[in-house]
């Protein structure tokens, strides 16, 4: 009579979405929430800083100052990479928990977050270069060859793209906060980064003001994720 019993509530008892932890794998996940809260809490401040910081973008100017624009975008590649570490230690804490759509968002921010990297990189290696010996193509549709396109367009659609599905996915899970801010400050960001970057040219004030605008929500939006999976309380739709 028991087991008709349990076996009777059973099928009454409606089945919820699975939370992102659970009480019995906490031990295990401990160490990776503690990355995934470290790499958030240093990865959006810093990211930030560095383009805050971020020089002056025409060519004669990057000739002057060579060195320092070399080394700000190394600092904004390094946050990018310790990003790309935040969000693949919340791809391994919900590995389990969310279906394949979910994934893919996970997956495609990351890959964003990577392709950014590496439009990074190449424009503190490249840019300095170029200044030195042509800078009036520094930052103009002249200086934009095959190779440098596929990053710079990869990056642009990939980047913004994965936020925006990031945002959905948190506010699905009820981070619609965390969600909106990444989402709308990656958007914006990479609007600054290129697409302003190139309408209004390289020695207007105006990409770094679009940057930063779109840099303080990302930025505030990570440390807000490193919050939210860096803890052990349970998440649920």
């Not at 060195?67 to 791809?91: K, P």
């Not at 495609?108 to 392709?115: D, K, V």
């Not at 520094?138 to 994965?162: C, M, Q, R, W, Y």
């Not at 969600?179 to 990656?186: A, K, T």
Request: overall charge positive; hydrophobic content about 45%.
């Amino acid at each position: 009579m028991s087991s008709h019993r349990s076996a009777h509530e059973g099928a009454g008892t409606t089945t919820s979405a699975r939370p992102l932890h659970h009480h019995g794998a906490e031990d295990g996940t401990r160490h990776v929430r503690a990355m995934v809260r470290l790499t958030a809490m240093i990865g959006g401040p810093f990211f930030l800083l560095t383009v805050v910081l971020h020089p002056a973008r025409d060519g004669h100017d990057i000739a002057a100052g060579a060195q320092w624009y070399a080394f700000t975008h190394s600092m904004e590649a390094i946050s990018l990479l310790i990003q790309a570490i935040c969000l693949a230690g919340v791809l391994a804490l919900v590995m389990n928990r969310f279906g394949p759509r979910g994934l893919t968002t996970l997956y495609t921010a990351l890959a964003g977050t990577m392709l950014w990297f590496g439009l990074i990189v190449f424009d503190g290696g490249h840019n300095p270069v170029t200044a030195r010996y042509a800078p009036d193509l520094v930052h103009t549709s002249k200086d934009i060859d095959i190779e440098g396109g596929i990053i710079v367009l990869a990056a642009n659609i990939v980047f913004p793209l994965g936020y925006v599905l990031l945002a959905l996915l948190l506010n699905r899970y009820g981070q619609r906060l965390t969600g909106l801010l990444l989402g709308f400050g990656g958007v914006v960001y990479a609007i600054g980064g290129t697409a302003s970057l190139f309408g209004f040219g390289p020695h207007s004030v105006i990409t770094s003001v679009i940057e930063i605008i779109g840099a303080a929500p990302y930025a505030l939006g990570y440390v807000l994720l490193g919050r939210t999976f860096g803890r052990a309380r349970q998440l649920s739709t």
